[in-house]
């Protein structure tokens, strides 16, 4: 065995090379080191052992533990549901029209339309769902088809322009652009721009709207809900109202669609939405409550 080189300054051993007068030390690793290490090995196979680790071809070893953090999610989404099926059931049970006469009800049900809202309706109608260009802001009182309970919750089950579902909401506007004249087309938006006050009135405009446009939108231009025809005389527009957009929206026409929630969320989900969007400020009255029903509904959260 070859003769181990000691380095005069440390006393300790070296590799054995040298270069250029320099060497290096062969420091061994501190005991607690050593022994951290150790016990990192023993941990791992421990851990290997115990817990889920080595991946398979569909799933992976089990661990003699049987523990799993979709196992632990499994049973706090279990643990959540059995709290909130009280509130839930009492929602079911309740006819929505009859929910504000429960005002703690009412309460938890806004609550889950909003935590609802948060998942399936931002992505359109933002967070604080005031909308964007083609996305109605549901926070303001314009509404085509009807803004109170049974209306909203009656669109959002049924959805707008589903071309598979006959019960969707459903309204269109013909494209002008091949029945209508530029110059006729330049006249009615000066028209429709001067029912919100945006523009001095044009006869000629007037003229080409009464033929084309008021059978839906009215004389006034204050819509048809029947028809889901929007109020084009309150300054609210959903795709813009400059001369551009609206040259555009009357030589093309316009045909936004919202999903049939029915075949997604449950009917209290649902419910919940409806309460929540017609809680945002521009939710309209809707029937009045049968005094028995009322009774009835207010006992129902306790239940």
Not at 43 to 55: K, L, R
Not at 141 to 163: K, Q
């Amino acid at each position: 065995m070859a003769h181990k080189h000691i380095d005069e300054a440390t006393g300790t051993p070296t590799v054995g090379h040298e270069w250029d007068g320099i060497e290096e030390l062969d420091t061994p690793l501190p005991r607690w080191w050593l022994i951290t290490f150790i016990l990192c090995i023993v941990f791992a196979v421990g851990y290997v052992i115990f817990y889920p680790a080595i991946p398979l071809a569909n799933s992976a070893t089990p661990g003699t533990l049987g523990w799993s953090s979709r196992g632990d999610l499994a049973k706090e989404m279990a643990a959540d549901t059995s709290r909130r099926a009280p509130v839930f059931k009492a929602i079911a049970i309740t006819p929505l029209a009859q929910l504000p006469a429960n005002p703690a009800l009412l309460a938890q049900a806004i609550e889950g339309g909003r935590a609802a809202f948060k998942v399936h309706c931002v992505q359109c109608h933002g967070a604080g769902a005031a909308g964007s260009v083609g996305y109605p802001n549901l926070n303001d009182d314009d509404w085509l088809w009807g803004g109170d309970l049974g209306a909203i919750e009656h669109t959002l089950i049924n959805g707008i322009r589903n071309p598979d579902y006959d019960e969707t909401r459903n309204s269109q506007m013909p494209a002008f652009g091949e029945i209508l004249g530029n110059a006729e087309i330049e006249a009615v938006i000066t028209h429709v721009r001067s029912l919100s006050g945006l523009e001095k009135p044009s006869l000629a405009g007037a003229t080409v709207f009464a033929d084309n446009c008021a059978a839906c939108h009215g004389e006034n231009g204050k819509g048809n809900r029947d028809l889901g025809a929007p109020n084009i005389a309150d300054s609210i527009w959903l795709y813009g109202g400059d001369r551009k957009t609206l040259k555009h929206t009357i030589t093309y026409a316009r045909g936004g669609v919202m999903p049939r929630w029915n075949a997604r969320l449950n009917p209290v989900t649902i419910k919940m939405l409806a309460a929540y969007v017609h809680s945002l400020g521009g939710g309209e009255a809707g029937p009045p409550p049968v005094p028995a029903e009322v009774a009835e509904a207010s006992t129902r959260v306790d239940e």
